[in-house]
């Protein structure tokens, strides 16, 4: 959307709104906005971004500052309106410009052959050009834009109509709140797409809910969907949706200009939005012109559908030529001229056997289906959580019943629903247990929640359970410690409690079978090297309930040493970001009860650091201040999060982009765009991993 020319003119606009902004009040609201959603554009559409987060607040702040002063000058299509203020009550149901159509679907070669066969008796013709782009598995939605401004978003609907969620639409980053349209003089333009959660935003989510001793949402479809309901368009905001668009239905255009010839193709087309800043599959689609080759690029993609950023359920095969298409028409449920091409399903159905209960480090006991084992997408299902009482009533859930499992992607199985039309009645009530299964104590549900909990703190399931969780990869990172070395040092006394990993009788383990010396010391190395992990490790280690790894880390680096938390009340903790009063609670108990400062002072004892050794030390002393890392392709010599760390450790900072705010590139095998634009730019110094590791040593 912006040419080269314009994206340095922006970026020099930028730094120099940072200084200072126009004396007249109109010029300078008009260059904070387009800055802003050049820089929006950067960030959500190209993956570059080309302002620090402050910066970039920053300049947002200073237009909402103008904004207020001079309200007559505020616009829909301000950056600033979208971020909503109020509840929305209820979603307005609003007719689609053009009925939203479903697709067809085809599973095979076979099914494809046949479908090709068909277009070209429809259209009259031996050959035909087809564009392939991923069929993105979320929410479907329509967007109107008049004279360029986003006028309205809206859910499917029952394809006809629709509810409207403007609001919720306009917190979609990606999405352009204004585009130049009306220099083609396209007045009005209706288009579709696909409202989405990247993978990795999805677990993050999920994992904070888990954290929160919720239920996990099922799959990043239903999580995109749900959100768009979501009547709190801050909520909306937070959840960080993405949206990827992928047909016109409709447009107007004013006499007297000239179609963009683009739009002559669906290929043509979705390049054309692309350079409008709309996110579109321009740079996925593929053009063939036989249907073998479509076949061949169906079955290489489906190996690699895992490696996309969303979770795809198939690819979409159109008619390029827009003429074609018009002569193939629709009927009323899917276009004639586009199909879809579906991957192996991730659904299975299976028999519901049993339901265990497991009692958590946190004391949660939740339900877990053994069903009998099936085979869905590579894996095999046999064990399920059913995360409480609540999701097990409302499934209406029985022993005996066929259930309907589902599992996408990196995402773990769910049971769907139980397919009631196959029951015998001979089904069985699942009984949730009065007393701990463990420790028999009686079990709690407090109010509010959902779970079940035994509230007897040595409980030795919890306390198993506490220390797997303290040895884990994103804890302590005690690799080869394992849940099953736990179990059994348990068991055998030769482990209590967390402190107890840093006292292990190792001659009592040498004598047990199937301990070599190796994997002693091993063990020992791994333990003696966990005692130098960062403090956000630790304080995540120790499984206060409510705090995730994000959260771990507000607190590490809220503090100099973790007993500075002995001293912070509730509300103290309430001033820190995103720290509610369900986390100040469970924080503020934790940090006050005298067994787990007990604790932390055996770990000091033992050597375990417990200092924030960022704050410690200044800034400048690390090596790298000042300096930014970004790396990109395989990386065979080290993972990328521990390279960041090594990096963060000596005071250099990670972007998420090449810009020209980039001073190194570290490049693995196979590196790609992000190399070629470094090269480009000529002012970023390109290393090896080798190379990279050299630096670091010498800083
Ligand atoms: S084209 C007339 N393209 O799949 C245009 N749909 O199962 C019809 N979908 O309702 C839609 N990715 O919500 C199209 N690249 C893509 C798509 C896509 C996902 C969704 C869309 C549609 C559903 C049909």
Redesign the pocket.
Known sequence: MYASKDEQYLYKQAKTLLEKTSANAEDAIQQLRDVINYADWKYYVQSEPVLADVEYDTLFKKLKHLEEQYPEQVTADSPTQRVAMGLSEKFPAVSHLVP????DNTYNAEDLLDWDRKCRELAGVDTIEYCV????DGA?ISLVYEDGILKRGAT?GDGVMGEEITTNIKQIRSLPLSVATKKSGITQIEI?G?VVIHKDVFAAYNAQRAAEGLAPLANPRNAASGTLRILDPKEVSKRKLSAIL??I?YYTQEQGHKLPEALQTHYGSLQWLYQLGFPT?AKEMKVFRHIDEVIKFCDEFEQHRDDLPFEVDGL?I?VNSFELQDRMGMTSHH?RW?V?YKFKARQATSKLRKVEFQVGRTGSVTPVAKIDPVPIGGVTVTSISLFNEDVVREKDLHIGDTVLVERAGDVIPYIVKPLAELRTGEEEKIVFPTHCPVCNEPLERPEEEAVWRCINISCPAQVVERIIHFASKDAMDIRSMGDANVRKFYELGLLKDIPGIYHIDWDEVRKLGGFGEKSVTNLQTAIENSKQQPLNRVIYGLGIRHVGETMAKTLANAVSHIKDLYDWDEEKLVSLEDVGPKVAATVAHFFHTHENRHMLDMLEASGVNLANQKKNTPQTEGGLSGKTFLFTGTLNRFKRSEAEEMVEEKGGAILGGVSSKLNYLVVGEDAGSKLEKAKKLGTVAILTEDEFLDLIKGS
């Open positions: 939203m159509l479903s697709l782009e991923p069929k993105y479907s499917r579709r696909e992928y047909h239905s599959p979409v159109k276009p586009a879809a």
